[in-house]
Nanobody, 123 residues
């Protein structure tokens, strides 16, 4: 059983940068592909970014690929999502997820999910 905890969300102004973190426990972290998703009020959960177990490959949603970077530290069992140029439409709950297979865009592919962290972009 893998347990995921996200942190780093908060209220930021438009144009700001923010780094989210997701700490994993209970599994062999380097064996897990990790993904970031987000869900805005009244909308479906959408894929943001994914990274393979050893961090060699990454994949981004087209809508955000110029403004986000996903990375991981397998020694610390943490995956990061660095976001820049935040916009009000980026307001959402951001979730990290873990999978044993690499199919980054598919939410159904992920076996474990965190509880989410709220990101609010507002002036």
């Amino acid at each position: 059983q893998v347990h995921l905890v996200e942190f780093g969300g908060g209220l930021v102004q438009p144009g700001a940068s923010l780094r989210l973190s997701c700490a994993a426990s209970g599994g062999t972290f380097s064996n897990l592909a990790m993904g970031w998703f987000r869900q805005a009020p009244g909308k479906e959960r959408e894929f943001v970014a994914g990274i393979t177990g050893v961090g060699r490959d990454t994949y981004y949603a087209n809508s955000m690929k110029d403004r986000v970077t996903v990375s991981r530290d397998n020694g610390k069992s943490i995956v990061y999502l660095q976001m820049s140029g935040l916009k009000p439409e980026d307001t959402a709950v951001y979730y990290c997820a873990a999978a044993t297979a690499w199919a980054p865009r598919l939410a159904l592919n992920y076996d474990y999910w965190g509880q989410g962290t709220q990101v609010t972009v507002s002036s």
